[in-house]
């Protein structure tokens, strides 16, 4: 395996793991989730070996968060140093680099790199895909709704918009809007600075919210998608990927679905080597695999 780290913008980069042979391979864009406060290590790494041992080139996009531009600044913190400062700082910034749309824009920068860099990456351009995990999820799916938008082109220095081959969607915020505000705020206040670290303030107004709330902006170009989500959840309600599924099927996007009973947030593969082993819940990886194989060809 080959690894390579790319800058992009601001404290985002992208990290490559990549087969050494020159043959073009289809590309994955692995999101991690962390309320847009910190980029998940346990949604990473392990999700991007786990596809490059079915043949994909993969690459983990950390895009910018208060935790990352902390320790650009502070280079002997230690990564815990800075999420505890982060959680500290964030009600007091008048804005951090994860406020919106920057993590959008440097998604899309990274899949230009990825385009641009195709021949050195040994990438096949029409097959590059995207998976994203928690508040990830919501990061792919406002790009998966927003890919050719002509503000984001512009802003990402594209001439045309890149379309996922198909994107997945992990236990995804797909309404970052007043309801989940209210849920977090009964029942997960700790959360509520996810709005600050996305909207920069948390009492946005409704027209922002439904904006970017990404099942309100599901349209013809949305990609083939792939869902899943525990009904056990805590911090991300199943409901929220119930209604993204019922929002593709009204606008005939290709999808598939899987809901499982029991498993806790965060579980990215359900392994021991991302930090909780739920066995059923392991499946999801293995069934995308499958759904990969026989319908995105």
């Given at each position: 395996m080959i690894?390579?780290?790319?800058?992009i913008?601001?404290?985002?980069?992208?990290?490559?793991?990549?087969?050494?042979?020159?043959?073009?391979?289809?590309?994955?864009?692995?999101?991690?989730?962390?309320?847009?406060?910190?980029?998940?290590?346990?949604e990473?790494e392990?999700?991007?070996?786990?596809?490059?041992?079915?043949?994909?080139?993969?690459?983990?996009?950390?895009?910018?968060?208060?935790t990352?531009?902390?320790?650009?600044?502070?280079p002997d913190?230690t990564?815990?140093?800075?999420?505890?400062?982060?959680?500290?700082?964030?009600?007091?910034?008048?804005?951090?680099?994860?406020?919106?749309?920057?993590?959008?824009?440097?998604?899309?920068?990274a899949?230009?790199l990825?385009?641009?860099?195709?021949?050195?990456?040994?990438?096949d351009?029409?097959?590059?895909?995207?998976?994203?995990?928690?508040?990830?999820?919501?990061?792919?799916?406002?790009?998966?709704?927003?890919?050719?938008?002509?503000?984001?082109?512009?802003?990402?220095?594209?001439?045309?918009?890149?379309?996922?081959?198909?994107q997945?969607?992990?236990?995804?915020?797909?309404?970052?809007d007043?309801?989940?505000?209210m849920?977090?705020?009964?029942n997960?206040?700790g959360?509520?600075?996810?709005?600050?670290?996305?909207?920069?303030?948390?009492?946005?107004?409704?027209?922002?919210?439904?904006?970017?709330?990404?099942v309100?902006?599901?349209?013809?170009?949305?990609?083939?998608?792939?869902?899943?989500?525990?009904?056990?959840?805590?911090?991300?309600?199943?409901?929220?990927?119930?209604?993204?599924?019922?929002?593709?099927?009204?606008?005939?996007?290709?999808?598939e679905?899987?809901?499982?009973?029991?498993?806790s947030?965060?579980?990215?593969?359900?392994?021991?080597?991302t930090?909780?082993?739920?066995?059923?819940?392991?499946?999801?990886?293995?069934?995308?695999?499958?759904?990969?194989?026989?319908?995105?060809?």
């Amino acid at each position: 395996m080959i690894q390579k780290k790319y800058e992009i913008k601001d404290s985002a980069y992208l990290t490559a793991y990549l087969h050494e042979s020159n043959d073009n391979r289809p590309a994955i864009v692995v999101i991690p989730g962390g309320a847009y406060m910190l980029v998940g290590t346990n949604e990473g790494e392990p999700v991007a070996e786990a596809f490059y041992a079915n043949d994909f080139q993969a690459f983990v996009f950390s895009y910018s968060t208060i935790t990352s531009d902390l320790m650009k600044k502070n280079p002997d913190w230690t990564y815990e140093e800075a999420i505890d400062e982060g959680e500290r700082l964030i009600y007091d910034c008048d804005r951090v680099s994860s406020n919106y749309p920057n993590s959008l824009i440097e998604l899309a920068v990274a899949l230009k790199l990825i385009v641009d860099h195709a021949d050195e990456l040994h990438v096949d351009v029409s097959k590059i895909a995207t998976i994203g995990f928690s508040a990830g999820g919501h990061l792919s799916a406002i790009y998966g709704n927003w890919w050719n938008e002509e503000w984001l082109l512009k802003k990402a220095g594209l001439s045309k918009g890149i379309r996922p081959w198909f994107q997945v969607v992990c236990y995804g915020v797909t309404k970052l809007d007043e309801e989940y505000l209210m849920w977090l705020k009964k029942n997960q206040p700790g959360l509520v600075k996810m709005y600050k670290a996305f909207y920069n303030t948390i009492d946005p107004n409704k027209e922002m919210m439904d904006e970017w709330s990404p099942v309100n902006t599901v349209n013809e170009n949305t990609p083939p998608t792939f869902i899943w989500h525990t009904t056990k959840d805590e911090l991300v309600p199943i409901e929220q990927s119930l209604v993204y599924a019922k929002m593709l099927q009204d606008k005939n996007i290709p999808w598939e679905a899987h809901f499982y009973e029991q498993g806790s947030h965060a579980l990215s593969l359900a392994r021991e080597c991302t930090g909780t082993r739920e066995c059923h819940v392991q499946t999801w990886f293995t069934l995308l695999m499958e759904w990969i194989k026989y319908y995105r060809k």
